[in-house]
């Protein structure tokens, strides 16, 4: 395999009083493609800001960010913005569809941002709603989708341009245990089919679906576990349960 993103002393400090606050701290971290990794960790561990400085979302104050072996820790917010339209794909537990859109129009936006046809587009987005099986509501506004409706789109529109990388912060934070499920088996199948993963959570559930967990605390990460082989997945995620109480 090789490197989607390697972090070599990632670090992101704010002003605080008297003494920086170190929301990532040194922080190394490998991704290999096809791998889905999970990020755990008590609120304010650091975990979004870690998923910011990886999909370019947040500058660092410090450290080397390499995507698909190219080094872009230094590059311009435009030409970021580019690298992300096609090789970043986000899922936020807000959703951000825009409201004005349709569902298809949505998900179809990414593609026609980097000058796919429309039709291409078109035809791109109503196979991933249907794979997505909300093929059916790819008229409606957002305001007309349930909540777990919206993610699907969302995770629709991470897809359209095929990335390298796909960044879920929380996608499940907002649904109900039904639409949780649904989303569950979503990411399951984006990680067998070799999708490279990376899913901020607070729920062992969807931690559970990563091949990888990185537990963070204080802005740095303790541990690494594998979540397979002779260490089930259950008795890892136990092992950090108690932080999310």
Known sequence: MSAVIEARGLSRHYPGNGLPVRAVDSVDVVIERGEAVSVMGPSGCGKSTLLHLLGGLERPTAGELRLDGRRVDQLSESAW???RRRGVGFVFQAFHLVDELSAVENVELPALLVGMSRREARARAMKLLDRLGVAD??????DR?????????AIARALINEPLLVLADE???NLDSH??????KILARLRDAQQTLLLVTHDPRVAAVADRLLS???GSIVEDT??????????ALAQIAGWEA
Request: net charge positive; no cysteine; hydrophobic share 30%.
């Open 81 to 83: 913005a580019r690298l």
């Open 137 to 142: 509501r790819a008229g409606h506004l957002p």
């Open 145 to 153: 989708l349930s909540g777990g409706q919206r993610q699907r789109v």
């Open 171 to 173: 996608p499940t934070g």
């Open 179 to 184: 639409a949780t499920g649904e989303i569950l």
């Open 216 to 218: 963070m605390r204080d």
């Open 226 to 235: 594998r979540l397979e082989g002779g260490l089930s997945r259950q008795a």
